[in-house]
T-cell receptor, first 116, second 117 residues
Framework: AQKITQTQPGMFVQEKEAVTLDCTYD???????LFWYKQPSSGEMIFLIY??????QNATEGRYSLNFQKARKSANLVISASQLGDSAMYFC?????????????FGQGTELSVKP | GAVVSQHPSWVICKSGTSVKIECRSL??????MFWYRQFPKQSLMLMAT?????????EQGVEKDKFLINHASLTLSTLTVTSAHPEDSSFYIC?????????????FGPGTRLLVL
C-alpha cells in the first residue's frame, strides 16, 4: 500500500492566485513528520515546510502553509499568491517514528505550472 | 537552512568505469546522510543510509557492491558507482539529516546527473 499519495500529477494555477496541492498518508505510528519539498527543473530539492504529528497548529512558512488534518490523514500544501517561480515539481514526504533512522518516504509528486 | 553540496554536478563516463560522487555538509555536521536515485518524471528512490563511522544500510534491491558508500567524516559521504553501465544513468541526490530537538529535517544537495555511454 502507498504510504504517501499525491493524486494530482499536474496542476495549473493563475499567477497571484492560491493553490492547494494534495497529500494523504498512511501510517500506524503515532509519531511521524510530514514534509514538503520543491524541485525546480534544475533538480535540487528545496525544503519548504514541516509538520510534526504532535504539532497542534498548522505549520506556516511565508507563502506556504500546511493544512494538516490528522483524522483524515491529509497534509495539503497551500501556496498563496502564486508566482511564476513557483512552477516546479512538489513532493510530499513522511518520516515515521522519532528514531527510525530518519528515512523519508516520498509521494509521486505534483507538477505545478503557474500561468502569467 | 543547512547547506549541502554535491560534486560533480554532472558526469559522463564510459561503460565499465567507476564514478565517485561526493556529498558535503558545508555549515553543519551530519552523522547521517542519505543517497537517492531519481529517474525522469519520477519520485526519489532511497538507495541507502550513510552513517558516519559505520557501514551504510542499503535498501532492498540495491546492490551493495555496485554502489559503494563511505561516510568517513561528519561532513562528507561518497557514493561510488562501480563498473558503471548505461542503466546506471540517472540523477543521484544526497541529503543530510539535521535534528533540532524533537524535530528533524533533511537538506538536499543539488544532485549529480550521471550519463554512462
Amino acid at each position: 500500500a502507498q504510504k504517501i499519495t499525491q493524486t494530482q500529477p499536474g496542476m495549473f494555477v493563475q499567477e497571484k492566485e492560491a493553490v492547494t496541492l494534495d497529500c494523504t498518508y498512511d501510517t500506524s505510528d503515532p509519531s511521524y513528520g510530514l514534509f514538503w519539498y520543491k524541485q525546480p527543473s534544475s533538480g535540487e530539492m528545496i525544503f519548504l515546510i514541516y509538520q510534526g504529528s504532535y504539532d497542534q497548529q498548522n505549520a506556516t512558512e511565508g507563502r506556504y502553509s500546511l493544512n494538516f488534518q490528522k483524522a483524515r490523514k491529509s497534509a495539503n500544501l497551500v501556496i498563496s499568491a502564486s508566482q511564476l517561480g513557483d512552477s516546479a515539481m512538489y513532493f510530499c514526504a513522511m518520516k515515521e517514528g522519532y528514531n527510525q533512522g530518519g528515512k523519508l518516504i516520498f509521494g509521486q509528486g505534483t507538477e505545478l505550472s503557474v500561468k502569467p | 537552512g543547512a547547506v549541502v553540496s554535491q560534486h560533480p554536478s554532472w558526469v559522463i563516463c564510459k561503460s565499465g568505469t567507476s564514478v565517485k560522487i561526493e556529498c558535503r555538509s558545508l555549515d553543519f555536521q551530519a552523522t547521517t546522510m542519505f543517497w537517492y536515485r531519481q529517474f525522469p518524471k519520477q519520485s526519489l528512490m532511497l538507495m541507502a543510509t550513510s552513517n558516519e563511522g559505520s557501514k551504510a544500510t542499503y535498501e532492498q534491491g540495491v546492490e551493495k557492491d555496485k554502489f559503494l558508500i563511505n561516510h568517513a567524516s561528519l561532513t562528507l559521504s561518497t557514493l561510488t558507482v562501480t563498473s558503471a553501465h548505461p542503466e546506471d544513468s540517472s540523477f543521484y541526490i544526497c541529503s543530510a539529516r539535521v535534528i533540532r530537538g524533537v524535530d528533524e529535517t533533511q537538506y538536499f544537495g543539488p544532485g549529480t546527473r550521471l550519463l554512462v555511454l
